[in-house]
Each structure stands twice: as structure tokens, then as C-alpha cells.
């Protein structure tokens, strides 16, 4: 269970998985922006059995981040979080980086 939830229309919260430092080579990553970020989200992980899909909101960019193992990333979005998903957007729902 992670702490991933939208700030506003274009800052999304991401928590890292639990062994990324910010010094590890994937956290290095994040915050020195050598990777293109993709940000995926859904509201539920399964509902009754069915896993459920994740939505692209696109790409993103390093703002800030705090603490370690795991990592709480600020990542500005390059487009706005369309209205629907931003119903869904407040805690609970989970993200997913690529």
C-alpha cells in the first residue's frame, strides 16, 4: 500500500518502492531526471477477482522528494489530470512509474 495521491491538476505524490534510496542508482534516476517518467494510476488494485487497468496520465517531472527506502517523489505532470481520474485522485488510489 503506497502513499500515491494527486496535490492538484498537474502535482502528483508518488511513493517509491521500499528499498529505493536517493542514492541508489533508481533513485538517482528520479531525481536527476535521466529517465523519461510515465505515470500510471488506478483507483482499486482488483475488484472481486478482476485485476483492474491502469490509466496513462503521461509524462512527468522530478519536482522534490522526501525521506528514503521508500522515497515520497512531488512529480509535476506535463498535461493536466483529466477531470474524471481527479475524482479518484485522493488517497488510496496507487501509482505507478515507468
Not at 49 to 73: E, W
Amino acid at each position: 500500500m503506497y502513499n500515491d495521491y494527486a496535490i492538484s491538476e498537474r502535482l502528483f505524490h508518488w511513493q517509491s518502492q521500499s528499498t529505493t534510496s536517493a542514492s541508489s542508482p533508481t533513485g538517482l534516476r528520479y531525481v536527476n531526471g535521466t529517465s523519461k517518467v510515465l505515470l500510471f494510476v488506478r483507483e482499486f488494485n482488483k475488484i472481486g477477482n478482476v485485476s483492474q487497468p491502469f490509466v496513462c496520465l503521461g509524462t512527468a517531472r522530478y519536482v522534490s522528494h522526501t525521506g528514503s527506502k521508500p522515497m515520497s517523489i512531488v512529480w509535476r505532470l506535463d498535461a493536466e489530470i483529466p477531470a474524471g481520474v481527479m475524482r479518484m485522485a485522493g488517497k488510496g488510489m496507487s501509482g505507478y512509474v515507468v
